[in-house]
């Protein structure tokens, strides 16, 4: 989010920063629409197949419901996301951000549910997830009741919540098959580069750039998820 100093376009109730500002020009705004509508409609179709399939090839009733939780994650992430970064600047968007950081954590977690259910092997793994929802509770917790702050730590957070996964990896990634073990670290490798253009609020059409980024790693870690469900059930 780019952000000047000023006073704040909003009420001052609205518990904004008085330094934080949405400054972006039309075309930037135009740019950053469509990267939402394609993730949006994208996201959809893709939770759709998803669950669809996972139907049709009777994946068990713990695999489905993993299956479920990370479509739902992926459709809030990118909806609320698209609701926020669209949104008028007032006391609503503000209040949009809130969820939409919050949301984030939701994700990483729910991208590893399914994962873990799905190929995870033994405690260890079992510990990963828990932890990591544990992470994410807190985490939503923090960006809901305290906005605006430990926003450059949050992303570090995010970082480091997603990379989690190494630190089991004999007991979930290592288990993974070749094709979804690369598209899962081809995400985690776009998102963390994303990262970059997220910190650099001086470039233009930054925040189109990094919901690219976000779009590309989203697509690369929902092609591990479909693969994984589909080897699970073979």
């Known amino acids: 989010m780019?952000?000047?100093?000023?006073?704040?376009?909003?009420?001052?109730?609205?518990?904004?920063?008085?330094?934080?500002?949405?400054?972006?020009?039309?075309?930037?705004?135009?740019?950053?629409?469509?990267?939402?509508?394609?993730?949006?409609?994208?996201?959809?179709?893709?939770?759709?197949?998803?669950?669809?399939?996972?139907?049709?090839?009777?994946?068990?009733?713990?695999?489905?419901?993993?299956?479920?939780?990370?479509?739902?994650?992926?459709?809030?992430?990118?909806?609320?996301?698209?609701?926020?970064?669209?949104?008028p600047v007032g006391r609503l968007k503000w209040l949009l951000r809130r969820a939409d950081h919050a949301t984030i954590f939701l994700m990483i977690a729910g991208t590893y549910t399914p994962l873990v259910t799905l190929v995870g092997a033994g405690g260890l793994a079992w510990g990963l997830l828990a932890g990591i929802w544990l992470f994410a509770v807190a985490g939503?917790?923090?960006?809901?009741?305290?906005?605006?702050?430990?926003?450059?730590?949050?992303?570090?957070?995010?970082?480091?919540?997603?990379?989690?996964?190494?630190?089991?990896?004999?007991?979930?990634?290592?288990?993974?098959?070749?094709?979804?073990?690369?598209?899962?670290?081809?995400?985690?490798l776009l998102y963390s580069a994303g990262v970059v253009f997220h910190l650099w609020q001086r470039l233009p059409f930054q925040n189109a750039i990094w919901h690219g980024f976000v779009l590309a790693a989203a697509a690369c870690h929902y092609g591990a998820v479909f693969h994984s469900m589909i080897e699970a059930a073979a």
């Open 140 to 188: 939503v917790a923090i960006k809901l009741a305290l906005p605006g702050r430990f926003d450059r730590l949050a992303v570090g957070l995010y970082l480091a919540l997603g990379w989690s996964g190494v630190t089991a990896y004999d007991s979930v990634i290592g288990l993974l098959a070749p094709e979804a073990l690369a598209l899962l670290a081809a995400g985690g």
């Open 2 to 87: 780019r952000t000047t100093t000023g006073h704040a376009d909003a009420p001052a109730d609205d518990g904004r920063p008085p330094s934080l500002h949405w400054a972006y020009t039309p075309r930037e705004l135009l740019a950053d629409g469509i990267v939402h509508v394609l993730g949006v409609a994208l996201a959809v179709i893709g939770a759709l197949a998803l669950v669809v399939t996972a139907l049709l090839i009777r994946l068990d009733a713990s695999g489905r419901v993993s299956v479920g939780i990370y479509a739902t994650g992926l459709v809030a992430m990118l909806s609320v996301s698209a609701v926020y970064n669209m949104w």
